[in-house]
Structure formats: C-alpha cells, structure tokens
C-alpha cells in the first residue's frame, strides 16, 4: 500500500461530488468583498511594493507571532530589530512542520502557492528556495498591493479607521484608478476611553483639529463625532464598527455622561462603574447615528485583550497576547439592541462573537429584532480571529443555520493586516461548499443545482453586495 498523498490538493476540503461541483462550478468564480479587514490603506495608496517575503508575510501577523513563541522561537526572531528578516523567515520555516492541525500550516502553504506559485513544503531545507523565489516575484507589479487586489478580485476593502483621521489615503485611492474600491470604517474606540485622561484629551484634540468643532463638552464631543461621522460617509464609508469585552450593562442620563466627561477633561481618570456609563451613552448615540445615515454597525464582543503585560510594553496592543474572553453577554445586549430598536434607530447589525458558548445566544438574538424591512437585519458575523479556522466556521454555520437563515449570511471577511490573507476566502468557500454539498448527497437539502448553487454564490458574495450598500468594484 502505497503512503504518498498530496498535501493541500486540487479538492482538498471537498469531500464529495456536490462539493467539488458547487466549488469549482460557482464559488470559486465569485469575486472577494472584504467587508471588514486591517489593511493598511497608506500601503494600498502608494501601491506599496514590499521589500522581502519577511515583510509581506510575517511583519505584523501575530497569528504566526503566536505559534512561533510556542515553538520555542525567541522573540528576537519574531518582533526584534536586531534579527535579520533572512533569519525570520528562518526561524519561521524551522517551525511550520511543528505546526500541523494548526490553521496556519494550511494558510501559510496557501499563500506561497496563491501568491508566489510555489509548491514546496515550507521547512529549514526549502528555505533558501523559498526565499529567493518569493522575492523575486515581490519585485514584479503581481505582488505590489495594487497588484494583488486586482489578481485576488477584491471589489470592495472596507479598512478600520478612526474618526480623527483624515481619509487621505482614501481619497488618494479612490483617484488612483485601482479597479478595487477602497472605503473607511468608523471605529471610535478612543471616544471611550474616560479611563485613560493621557489617551482620551489628546485624541480629542485631534479631533478638534479635524472636525473644527472645539471639543470642550460632551456636546461638542457629540457634534464633533457627528460631523466626522458624516465626513467617512462623504467619502463612501457605511460601516463602523466597535471592539468591547461586552456592551455595559447600565444606564447613563446625559447629565452623568457630561459629569464624566469633565472629570476626564481635566485629568482625572473615570473610575470602571463611570467608564461603563459613559461607554454605554456614546454606544447608544453611535447606534442612532448609524440609523440616521443608513450605515451597518459592527460589534466585535468577546476578546479579552493584551493579557501579556511585559510584551505589551515591549511592542504595543496587537502583539499576538489575546484571548477569549469568558463575558456575560446576552442580557446587556438585549438592552443595547431593544433601546434602539424602540425608538425606531436600529441600524443593521453585525454581531461578532469570539466565545463559541455564545453561539447559539448570539444567533437567537439577532431574530428578536428582525423586522421585515431588510433580509437579513442583523446578522450573526462569520467565525472571527481565533473561530476563523474549520472547526469554529463549521460551528457558527451551524448555529445559524438552525436558528436563522443561513441564506442570508454576508460571509466571509479577511479581519487581518496581511495582504495575503485573501487564501481565508477560499479556505471558507471551500468548507462551506463541503457542508452544503454533504448535505445534499444526504438528502437534506434538495438536489436542485439552480438552488443551491445560488446559495453559495449569495454567501460568497451577492448577500455583502447588496446588504452593505457600498459601490463595487468591477474586477
């Protein structure tokens, strides 16, 4: 008996005839609309050409920064200045066999023959190889960022931006010609932040410097916040989107908030009940302003953030030291949804959850507050950063599909820094091609190609293209 078996083949994922067909018939011919990733949009402005695949692969990846200190890998080799990016990649190909049954053996094969054609197995003997033949392919336009949106069909990135910033790079982008169309996403996290005066008065400094409203009051914050609000959706932007362990459980009058706002105005910093109040009347108010201007708001909940205290000072927020978070949810939640729902200013919604006990409360919820005027209102977002790997994917599939429609879902999106993290969107067209189609060789979706085909074309695509109300591309 012979051993030998491709790794990653022509069908891997695709265990049956349905499957193959629904994946190389339809899913595969969809373009990628990326409603919610990190890019850098400054790199996507000057059509950045990346100096090695040190750069383009690892730098800022705490995905692989993770596995890569549980391998044994001395920071030195992962984040440190005084390593060659030669000995990164290195110390990076040493540990990928030590990877198996990790997401990011499969990712990081995908992304050398996706992007570089190369088809080797990346360990310490293929390295100098991979090396020198990913570099030279960086060098031609296929692998600048421009070249690989075009080659990856991605008609539309939505980037994560705050509200003081000032969408030059967008507006740059959006006279560049690139056939992708690039839009900002409001992400007010330092808003919140009373508990923090140091980050909190700065930022909204800047914001008085951006928006031209001087931000004394918590009314001119709330004026501030709706004239930049309305600046992104000058610039096309549609979506915000929020980063909380939980929504807060609690009530704030406007009077409480403008108390807590002068407190950390003036340098002192708002005690854990007052930031919950305040955090919770500038949610409320964000959600009235996404109703107001037609925009879908985003909840990322769960993460309990920068759990490493000695590599958060080293290298920042972001460093690969995060974790599921074990919050209570539903209850705030209900209240936050149901409060703005009452008055009418419910925005579409995308909930996000990154502890899998929440699944099945998360994907309850949203059908409390679905009311006939969108399909698909709210939505139970797809498997987010430590859930976007087979298994978790496969449980949020399900969770949806038992208790919503999953033939509403928006799909797929990249959530990452890294350019080439478009191979995500086959690795999940592939699964979910190989759960719809087991289940119509199985006899519990009807075996109608027309059907169910479209189904998988509106989950790869069609559904964000007509739920987010963002102009496509058309590449």
């Given at each position: 008996m012979s051993l030998s078996q491709p790794y990653l083949p022509e069908d891997f994922l695709l265990t049956t005839a349905w499957s193959r067909k629904l994946y190389f018939d339809h899913a595969i011919k969809q373009p990628i609309y990326d409603y919610h990733?990190?890019?850098?949009?400054?790199?996507?402005?000057?059509?950045?050409q990346f100096a090695n695949l040190t750069e383009i692969w690892l730098g800022g990846d705490h995905y692989k920064w993770r596995a890569l200190r549980a391998a044994g890998v001395p920071e030195d080799l992962i984040t440190g200045k005084a390593s060659s990016d030669y000995d990164k990649l290195l110390a990076f190909a040493r540990a990928v066999p030590q990877l198996v049954r990790n997401p990011l053996h499969h990712w990081s094969h995908l992304e050398l023959r996706r992007f570089f054609g190369i088809d080797l197995l990346i360990n310490e003997a293929n390295a100098p190889k991979i090396w020198e033949a990913a570099n030279a392919k960086l060098r031609t336009p296929a692998l600048s960022t421009h070249g690989i949106l075009t080659s990856n069909r991605v008609n539309v990135v939505c980037t994560t931006d705050d509200p003081a910033d000032t969408l030059e790079h967008h507006l740059a982008i959006a006279k560049s010609g690139l056939g992708t169309r690039v839009y900002p996403t409001f992400r007010p996290d330092k808003a919140m932040v009373v508990n923090a005066p140091a980050v909190f008065n700065p930022w909204c400094d800047l914001l008085s410097q951006r928006s031209g409203i001087e931000v004394k009051s918590l009314a001119t914050l709330l004026e501030a916040l709706d004239q930049r609000h309305g600046f992104f959706h000058s610039v096309g932007g549609r979506l915000s989107d929020h980063g909380l362990e939980a929504l807060p459980d609690v009530d704030c009058t406007e009077r409480e908030a403008a108390a807590i706002f002068n407190q950390a105005r003036s340098g002192t910093a708002a005690t854990p009940d007052q930031t919950a109040k305040f955090v919770w009347f500038i949610m409320v108010y964000l959600g009235r302003l996404d109703a107001k201007r037609g925009w879908t708001k985003q909840l990322h909940l769960g993460a309990?953030?920068?759990?490493?205290?000695?590599?958060?000072?080293?290298?920042?927020?972001?460093?690969?030291?995060?974790?599921?978070?074990?919050?209570?949810?539903?209850?705030?939640?209900?209240?936050y949804l149901d409060t703005l729902d009452r008055d009418n200013q419910l925005p579409k919604i995308v909930l996000y959850n990154l502890n899998p006990a929440d699944n099945y409360a998360f994907s309850t919820m949203i059908g409390n507050f679905q009311d006939g005027t969108i399909?698909?209102?709210?939505?139970?977002?797809?498997?987010?950063?430590?859930?976007?790997?087979?298994?978790?994917?496969?449980?949020?599939?399900n969770a949806l599909s038992q208790l919503g429609l999953l033939s509403?879902?928006?799909?797929?999106?990249?959530?990452?820094?890294?350019f080439l993290s478009y191979v995500r969107h086959?690795?999940?067209?592939?699964?979910?091609?190989?759960?719809?189609?087991?289940?119509?060789?199985?006899?519990?979706?009807?075996?109608?190609?027309?059907?169910?085909?479209?189904?998988?074309?509106?989950?790869?695509?069609?559904?964000?293209?007509?739920?987010f109300g963002l102009q496509a591309g058309t590449l």
């Open positions: 990733c990190h890019l850098p949009p400054d790199q996507i402005a000057g059509n950045k309990l953030r920068n759990n490493n205290s000695r590599l958060l000072k080293r290298l920042g927020a972001d460093a690969g030291v995060d974790s599921i978070g074990d919050f209570p949810q539903t209850r705030a939640l209900s209240r399909p698909g209102k709210l939505q139970f977002g797809s498997g987010w950063w430590f859930l976007d790997q087979k298994e978790a994917m496969e449980w949020q599939i509403r879902f928006v799909g797929m999106l990249t959530d990452s820094r890294s086959e690795y999940f067209r592939r699964l979910l091609c190989s759960m719809i189609g087991a289940d119509v060789e199985a006899g519990l979706i009807p075996a109608d190609e027309a059907e169910v085909s479209k189904l998988i074309r509106d989950i790869c695509y069609d559904n964000a293209a007509g739920y």
